[in-house]
């Protein structure tokens, strides 16, 4: 575990990416009401989306190692998020990249996530060289191996 993420033997992040993106739906449909008034702008919605929804999606997503399905379906529920608050629908065919103009974003999900990434990277290469995990992300392991010692025996010659 870390920062309440699911980490597995296998790197495998996507189990961890459904987890958050279920966690970012229901954050996402507490504030329902505001995504459908009319009297709230499309920054402030923007802002609020940021703040209360892409921080929950984004929650310790410097230890998420991507698939292309995993980067697909970030997308497409950012996507989903952007035309509800719109109330566009996606049989009205209007294009992903309209839909982010008229919200005024200019990076997506996954570009965020790998901004930070790279952050996590600078403030590990920023750590003293003694750091646990600066010596893990370089591959510096010093293991000293115990030399042999007498096994403590009981008494009858059992282990």
Not at 8 to 34: L, P
Not at 68 to 96: G, H, P, T, V
Not at 143 to 157: A, D, E, F, H, S
């Amino acid at each position: 575990m870390y920062l309440g993420s699911l980490v597995s033997w296998d790197n495998d992040c996507s189990k961890d990416i459904k987890h958050r993106i279920g966690k970012s739906t229901r954050a996402f449909q507490g504030f329902r009401k505001v995504w459908q008034s009319k009297y709230t702008n499309n920054q402030t919605k923007t802002r609020l989306l940021s703040v209360r929804v892409m921080s929950v999606l984004m929650y310790a997503a410097e230890t998420w190692t991507f698939k292309k399905s995993d980067m697909n379906q970030l997308l497409a529920f950012e996507m989903n998020c952007l035309r509800k608050i719109l109330n566009k629908r996606w049989q009205q065919r209007i294009q992903n990249k309209m839909i982010t103009k008229r919200m005024g974003i200019s990076i997506n999900t996954v570009q965020r996530i790998m901004e930070r990434k790279m952050n996590f990277f600078s403030h590990i290469c920023r750590m003293p060289d003694d750091r646990l995990i600066k010596q893990v992300v370089f591959g510096i392991m010093d293991v000293k191996r115990k030399t042999k010692t007498k096994m403590n025996r009981r008494p009858g010659g059992l282990v």
